[in-house]
Antibody, heavy 121, light 107 residues
Framework: EVKLVESGGGLVQPGRSLKLSCAAS????????MGWVRQAPGKGLEWIGE????????NYTPSLKDKFTISRDNAQNTLYLQMSKLGSEDTAIYYC??????????????WGQGVMVTVSS | DIQMTQSPASLSASLGETVTIECRAS??????LAWYQQKPGKSPQLLIY???SLHTGVPSRFSGSGSGTQYSLKINSLQSEDVASYFC?????????FGAGTKLELK
């Protein structure tokens, strides 16, 4: 069974940093692209970015490229999202997701349960 | 960025009814479209990919169609467990973008 479990969320002050983790199990982690998607309270979904199997290709949505960093540790079957200079607009549920990715294709076939990040003083 | 315009924003339907949700892309996305279902308090779940391919385990009452800039998700014989929000996502071009969602309720 594919399982993705996010952790590391919580309350953080504006301007601070936070690092989320996503522990993967039930599939061969190093065979898949992985991605992050967020959802502000009561709002829709926003793609944050993706990383390929060996971390040689990482793509971000342009508005978050200078704030967020995606990485992975294949030995630990873990995906990461390093977030910096956080503002209230970053308050959201953050989901990691397994991605089916090849040329002109990039959809998410399994999602974690999500982790809440609240940015507030 | 490719804009995804989803309609309607909300929808009320009766059990057994057929419902259709539309997604229009701001440019041709060549069937690079997925549909997700998100039940209240849960994470999104993949329903359809490549515009019309059913994801493993998804009931056959769900179907996707369309081409170019116009796509739709159809739910035949609506069941109570289909109450959820539905989102489309284009992945033809970066950045990937989602529709604003359709909230489906029972009448």
């Amino acid at each position: 069974e594919v399982k993705l479990v996010e952790s590391g969320g919580g309350l953080v002050q504006p301007g601070r940093s936070l690092k989320l983790s996503c522990a993967a199990s039930g599939f061969s982690f190093n065979d898949y692209w992985m991605g992050w998607v967020r959802q502000a309270p009561g709002k829709g979904l926003e793609w944050i970015g993706e990383i390929n199997q060996d971390s040689s290709t990482i793509n971000y949505t342009p508005s978050l490229k200078d704030k967020f960093t995606i990485s992975r540790d294949n030995a630990q079957n873990t995906l990461y999202l390093q977030m910096s200079k956080l503002g209230s607009e970053d308050t959201a549920i953050y989901y990691c997701a397994r991605e089916v990715s090849y040329i002109y294709v990039g959809y998410f076939d399994y999602w974690g349960q999500g982790v809440m990040v609240t940015v507030s003083s | 960025d490719i804009q995804m315009t989803q309609s309607p924003a909300s929808l009320s339907a009766s059990l057994g009814e057929t419902v259709t949700i539309e997604c229009r892309a701001s440019e041709d996305i060549y069937n690079g479209l997925a549909w997700y279902q998100q039940k209240p308090g849960k994470s999104p779940q993949l329903l359809i990919y490549n515009a019309n391919s059913l994801h493993t385990g998804v009931p056959s009452r769900f179907s996707g169609s369309g081409s170019g800039t116009q796509y739709s998700l159809k739910i035949n014989s609506l069941q109570s467990e289909d109450v959820a929000s539905y989102f489309c996502q284009q992945y033809y071009d970066y950045p990937y973008t989602f529709g604003a969602g359709t909230k489906l309720e029972l009448k």
